[in-house]
């Protein structure tokens, strides 16, 4: 895979993940248009605001998890991150517990954090918690992140992408986040690994 090519598969996840939140907002200004119902309106704007915030939150979070944050050798508030996450999964069905010390982390690091974190969540389908720890140390940083719920899904060529045995040829632009998120871990020699047992996906690093 060129850089073109991992560029055109990051622009595709970024959209599809805008598409949802930012039709939602059409739609309820069309009905805002089009309506004179007072209680009709009111859902409406309810839905806009509610939509509007849902895309900017996953802009923010997309930004720095998927984006250059900052020249190299910056350092991400760690936090700020935590804001970014809570606000991806705001609203959601998935819970945040963020136990993670106030500390500033290479930017790397912090993006495969962040990137850590939202594979964890999405192995919860129907919903569930996500726990996120942290080391206290700055200058090795580890973490360890538990997504715990009724049902969970590790498809396949995500633990195959994290562990590296993904064939390039095989990334599509769903499966793009998570070699991204290997791509972090290798380049900070971080170690991710994730297993999958009974009501539990864990994803280590440091």
């Excluded at 962040?114 to 140390?137: H, K, S």
């Amino acid at each position: 895979m060129n850089e073109i090519e991992f560029s055109a598969l990051m622009v595709s996840r970024v959209c599809h993940d805008l598409v949802g939140p930012l039709g939602a907002v059409v739609n309820g200004l069309e009905v805002l248009e089009d309506e004179r119902d007072a209680a009709m309106r009111e859902d409406a704007l309810k839905l806009v605001a509610s939509s509007a915030n849902q895309a900017l939150a996953r802009i923010q979070f997309m930004r720095i998890a998927f984006g250059a944050a900052g020249s190299a050798g910056a350092e991400l508030d760690l936090n700020e991150v935590g804001r970014l996450v809570s606000g991806l999964l705001e609203g959601g069905k998935v819970t945040l517990e963020w136990h993670v010390p106030q500390a500033h982390w290479g930017k790397d690091w912090a993006k495969l954090l962040m990137n850590a974190t939202l594979l964890g969540a999405d192995c919860l389908p129907r919903g569930g918690l996500v726990r996120v720890e942290a080391g206290a140390d700055p200058a090795a940083p580890s973490f360890i992140i538990r997504a715990t719920g009724t049902h969970i899904r590790l498809a396949e060529d995500v633990e195959r992408s994290i562990r590296g045995e993904q064939p390039v040829s095989e990334v599509d632009a769903r499966g793009v986040q998570p070699f991204l998120t290997h791509k972090l871990s290798r380049a900070v020699n971080a170690g991710l690994t994730i297993r999958a047992a009974d009501g539990l996906v864990e994803l280590t690093a440091g």
